[in-house]
Structures are given as C-alpha cells and as structure tokens.
C-alpha cells in the first residue's frame, strides 16, 4: 500500500460520475461511524469540528457529516473557514485514511471539488483546474475562498 506523503497523485475529472473500481455492497452503520470518527480525530489536530464538539458553527473549523445516505465508500465534509484548507490537515487527512484504503472524503470548495483519497487527490470545477501539485490545489482552493461568502 502506498502511504500518503507530502507529493501525492493530483488526478483532475471533468465527469459527472467517475468510475468506482471499490469494493462494493452493503456498508454497515458500525462501519460507516467507525471510518467518521476517525476522519473526525484526524480534523481535530487541526481545528474544532462540527458538530462533535459542540459550540457554535463560528467556532467550528471542519464539519464532519454524519449522515450515512448510501452504501458509498465516502464520507463528506465541509471547510468553515478558509483556514481548514492548509497542507498539514490535507496530509494528515490522507493519512487518516491509510487505514481505510477503500474509503474516500468529500470536499467542497467555492467553484470546485476535492475527493480525497490516501493516495492521490481528485480534484474538478474551474476553481482547481490546473493544479499539479498539493500545493497548487491548496492555493486555488485558498484563493476560491476569496470570493466565499
């Protein structure tokens, strides 16, 4: 298995739907929540986190989602502040995820998407076009927020 490190793969889609070459099939509750709770851990060094930790969103610098909607391998969460989007969490993100090589995360930013993966980022929309490298995707996804509200 390949571990993340600080030059993963930046793999650029321009599909509605990629192809999913995961395991499929059912994805119990205890799976899902297992695989949350540990993105969640992995968000925390790097901010307070939505809605675990209580508080108001204000606060909060990553919002982990915890619904479960399907049986899909991924789970979603969204930036609250331009200050989630940053290198250390990214890598540690990845990391996180080493142990749950079949999963992948969510994110959104202003005009584009991220999934991310332990080994490599997928990334669409204008906002990220272009980007080669992890730094690169960080700041388009940085300058993106300038126009966030």
């Keep these: 298995m390949k571990m993340a490190n ?4 930046i793999v650029y889609y321009d599909a509605e739907c990629i192809p999913d070459d995961r395991p499929r099939g059912p994805v119990s509750s205890e799976q899902f929540f297992t695989v949350r709770e540990a993105i969640v851990e992995g968000c925390r060094r790097h901010g307070l986190v939505g809605p675990d930790d209580g508080g108001t969103h204000e606060n909060f610098v990553y919002w982990v989602i915890d619904d479960q909607y399907n049986d899909e391998r991924y789970q979603y ?4 502040k331009p200050s989630a989007m940053n290198k250390a969490w990214l890598l ?3 990391k996180t995820l ?3 090589p079949d999963w992948g995360v969510g994110v959104s ?3 584009g998407y991220m999934l991310v993966f ?3 980022l997928m990334i669409n929309g204008p906002a990220l076009k272009g980007a080669a490298t992890i730094d690169e995707v960080i700041e388009k996804a940085l300058y993106s927020f300038r126009f966030w509200k």
């Design 77 to 80: 969460l969204e930036l609250c």
């Design 92 to 94: 540690d993100l990845m």
């Design 118 to 120: 332990y080994d490599r």
């Design 109 to 111: 930013v202003e005009r």
């Design 98 to 100: 080493e142990e749950f």
């Design 6 to 9: 600080s030059s993963p793969a």
